[in-house]
Every structure is written in structure tokens, then in C-alpha cells.
């Protein structure tokens, strides 16, 4: 038979039952604790009281004994007798007077005592058992301490009275303790709803979410933890419902990315199929180009899948950032001057070495230049900068007409998006070049930005911390 610790017992209980038990349970040892506090508060005090109602009369017997040893030292004043003489003497005297004159005595008549016994004044005994637990009081005779008088500290109520008092003590702490005890367990039974009904909201909205209701929202109010798992909750709902609606938008673009070819060379083919065109040297480079198209769109998605995976490969090496890209923009001059645009460079001839992958940041690189090379007006200029300071190098490519609005600067980048100008699909691009870059320089630890530029194009922005 296997036994379980109240942990994993615990832990099988429902939700419900696991707030109630914690609460009341919280609830009912603080409620113990504290009756047991004020029970031992009780219990200390009321002894202390009967101890002293205990001396109180002890000191009746404390001055009659007094009066006889005060009584009996003038009569044997001439002759020398010890203390342990004289008390035996006035014992006597006090047992005949019990008998023959207890007028004399001046006590109560109920008082009685079930020990006593007395001592000197240096703790020897003269009469009576030995007591340890006791109570005592002095017995004084010619303003000087004779002797200690000595009864055992009560252990109970010493009057009717006292035992009432105990028992209607007792019966309040029980009254109260069951008070507390379903007080506590009334509020955590409230506490106990209210948390479930809150847990519940997020264990439906779960449920929804994790059926594909990407748009499942929570509001749960409060500021403690079950509202920060909501926010979180809520965060992760909007994150989920962004990511499949690029996904959706994603396979159209693929789709319509695909087609777009497709149609073309089917087109072609059948014209040529049917004889309605010839196949010539002028419709082979057509198709050509439309297959290239193709293949440059299909090595991009996987590129991108494989960034997406971790799969894509990076070989770190220390590299001058400097001569990179100067040699990148000597490889880049002779295309800007064919394509009519003036090409200018800015770049920083301070060394400076940093392990990044020089192939992968060359693409990166080339994808922006490729872009500004592909979209810029004729007669148009392009100007590649380059600064390193305060640790941190910074590039940027800034380029002329035709330009971007804000909003469609902080698209790009985004796989497939080309916004809906002059820079289409008829330039050459696939629309994944920006998306390519964009994981390289991340993967690397950088940040590429896009925003309108000064010459009326777009100026981005490159940022790597240097280590």
C-alpha cells in the first residue's frame, strides 16, 4: 500500500477545496493560538490570585502567632531560652487555648489549612512537614521577623465562588473558539468563491485559447497575482493572434507571390503549345526569368524558415567593420553609376573588430544596398555612412525618391510586405530581402530601423553594441 505526503494529498484535492483548507485552516491555527495564550494568561493570573488569597489568610495565622511569641519572650525575658524552646512553648500554649479558651485565638472558624509548617528565619524547620511548593508569609513579633510560616500553593479554587468563576471562564473560551472557528470558515468559504470564480475566468479563457480563440481577452480586476497572470494571459493572447494573422497573411502573400509566376510561364507555355506564339530566343528569356524569380523566392523562404528554427548557420570571426564596408560599397559603386544615381560614402576609417559572421552581415548589408539600388529614382542619390562611438556601431543607408510614410517605414521589414508604390514585385524583389536582413542583424544583437528620409526616400539604420 502506498502512502502519500499531505503535499501530493493536498495537491489532489480541487482548487476549491485547497483555498478553503488553507484559509480556515490559516484561520482556525491562529485562533487556537490564540485562546491557548490567553487560556495560560488565565491560568498564570488566576494561580498568582489564589496564592494570594492563600497568604492573605496565612497571615491571620502569622499574627496570632505573633502575639504569643511576642506574649511569651516577656515572660522568659530574665532567662536564657532558645527560639526552638520558646516555639514549642507557645505551641503548647496555643494547642490549650484551641481546647480551653479559643476566644483567645481571634480566627476565622472556617479557616483551615490542610499543611502547615514553620520555619526560622534561616529556613530551618521547627514544626510541620517540608513543603517546597509553598506559600508563606513572615511571622513578626518586637518589629523583628521570628519566623516563616509556611502552606502549600493552592492548585484549585479555595471558595465556591472561585470554581464558578473558573467554569464560566472555560465555558467563554469554548464559546469563543467556536465563534472564531466558524467565522473563519464562513470567510473562507467567501475568499474561497471569490479567488475560484477569478482562477476560473483564466481556466475558461485557456480552454479557448488553446481551441485557436486567439482573440480571447480576461478582465479580471485587482492588483494581486491572479490580475498579473491575466495581464500575462492577455499578453500572450494578442502575442498568439498577431503571429497567426502574419501566418495567414504570410500563406496568401505566398500564394499570390507564387501564383504571380506561375500564371505567367502557364500562359506562355500554352501560347506556345497552341502556336499562338513562337519559342523563340525573346519568350525562352522570359520564362527564364520567371523561373529565376521563382528560385530567388523559394531560397528566401527556406533561408527564413531556417532563421525562424535556429538552423541557419553562423561562423563568428573577428572582422574589421570599417573595411567591410568599404569593400562592400567598392562592390556596389559600378551598379549605382549604371542605374544613374549618385553613390556616396561616409564611412569611419577608425578600426574596429567585432566577431560577427562576415558573409551573413555582408548579406544583410547588400539586401539594404540591393533595395536602394533596385527602388531609387534615376538621377537619384544613395550615401552608405558608417560611425563608431561610445560602443556602439552605427550605419546608415539613406537614399532619395520615391519615399514611405512612418507607418509603412515601421512595416517594412515584415516577410512579403511591399506597400503599394512605386516599389513593386516588377522591380525584380522577392519581398523577403528586408525580412532576411532583419534576422541576420538580430541574431548578431542589433537592431534595423526604417524611417523617412531628409531626401525624400528612407533612411535605415543599423545599431550593433560592440563588446
Request: proline content about 3%; some cysteine; charged content about 20%.
Amino acid at each position: 500500500m502506498k502512502f502519500q505526503t499531505p503535499i501530493l494529498a493536498f495537491g489532489r484535492l480541487s482548487t476549491r477545496w485547497q483555498f478553503f483548507l488553507a484559509i480556515a485552516g490559516t484561520g482556525l491555527i491562529l485562533t487556537v493560538l490564540i485562546l491557548a495564550g490567553m487560556r495560560s494568561y488565565f491560568i498564570h493570573n488566576f494561580t498568582n490570585y489564589l496564592a494570594e488569597q492563600e497568604r492573605q489568610r496565612l497571615t491571620q495565622v502569622a499574627l496570632v502567632l505573633g502575639d504569643y511569641h511576642e506574649s511569651h519572650t516577656r515572660q522568659i525575658a530574665a532567662r536564657a531560652v532558645s527560639s526552638e524552646q520558646i516555639w514549642r512553648q507557645v505551641m503548647r500554649q496555643i494547642q490549650n487555648d484551641v481546647l480551653f479558651n479559643p476566644g483567645r485565638l481571634n480566627l476565622d472558624p472556617q479557616l483551615s489549612f490542610t499543611q502547615l509548617a514553620l520555619y526560622t528565619p534561616e529556613g530551618e524547620r521547627l514544626f510541620g512537614p517540608d513543603i517546597f511548593e509553598s506559600v508563606s508569609v513572615p511571622v513578626v513579633s518586637h518589629d523583628q521577623v521570628v519566623a516563616i510560616l509556611r502552606a502549600p500553593r493552592p492548585e484549585g479554587p479555595l471558595q465556591p465562588v472561585d470554581a464558578v468563576f473558573q467554569e464560566q471562564q472555560v465555558t467563554a473560551y469554548v464559546i469563543a473558539g467556536l465563534l472564531a472557528l466558524l467565522l473563519a470558515s464562513l470567510s473562507a468559504g467567501i475568499l474561497t468563491y471569490g479567488l475560484r470564480a477569478r482562477l476560473r475566468q483564466v481556466k475558461d479563457a485557456s480552454h479557448r485559447l488553446a481551441s485557436g480563440h486567439y482573440e480571447t481577452r480576461i478582465q479580471v480586476g485587482g492588483r494581486d497575482d491572479i490580475h498579473a497572470l491575466a495581464e500575462d494571459f492577455n499578453a500572450l493572447a494578442e502575442s498568439l493572434e498577431r503571429g497567426e494573422s502574419r501566418r495567414r497573411q504570410l500563406l496568401a502573400d505566398v500564394a499570390h507571390e507564387l501564383r504571380t509566376p506561375l500564371t505567367v510561364l502557364r500562359g506562355d507555355l500554352e501560347a506556345v503549345q497552341d502556336g499562338v506564339r513562337p519559342f523563340d530566343q525573346r519568350h525562352q528569356d522570359r520564362l527564364y526569368r520567371q523561373v529565376l524569380h521563382l528560385a530567388r523566392l523559394t531560397d528566401d523562404l527556406h533561408q527564413l524558415a531556417q532563421a525562424d528554427v535556429g538552423q541557419l548557420a553562423y561562423n563568428l570571426e573577428p572582422v574589421d567593420l570599417s573595411e567591410l564596408t568599404q569593400d562592400l560599397a567598392a562592390t556596389y559603386a559600378s551598379g549605382f553609376r549604371d542605374a544613374q544615381l549618385q553613390f556616396t560614402t561616409a564611412i569611419t576609417t577608425d578600426s574596429c573588430t567585432v566577431a560577427i559572421d562576415r558573409d551573413r552581415w555582408r548579406q544583410a548589408l547588400g539586401n539594404l544596398l540591393n533595395n536602394s539600388l533596385r527602388y531609387t529614382d534615376a538621377e537619384g542619390r544613395v550615401e552608405l555612412r558608417l560611425q563608431i562611438q561610445q560602443g556602439l556601431a552605427r550605419w546608415e543607408l539613406e537614399d532619395s525618391a520615391p519615399g514611405l510614410t512612418e507607418a509603412e517605414c515601421a512595416r517594412l521589414g515584415e516577410r512579403l510586405y511591399r506597400p503599394d508604390m512605386a516599389r513593386t514585385r516588377e522591380s525584380g524583389g522577392s519581398g523577403l530581402g528586408l525580412a532576411i536582413a532583419q534576422s541576420i542583424i538580430s541574431h548578431h544583437g542589433g537592431k534595423l530601423s526604417f524611417e523617412p528620409s531628409a531626401w525624400g526616400g528612407i533612411l535605415a539604420r543599423i545599431e550593433l553594441e560592440l563588446e
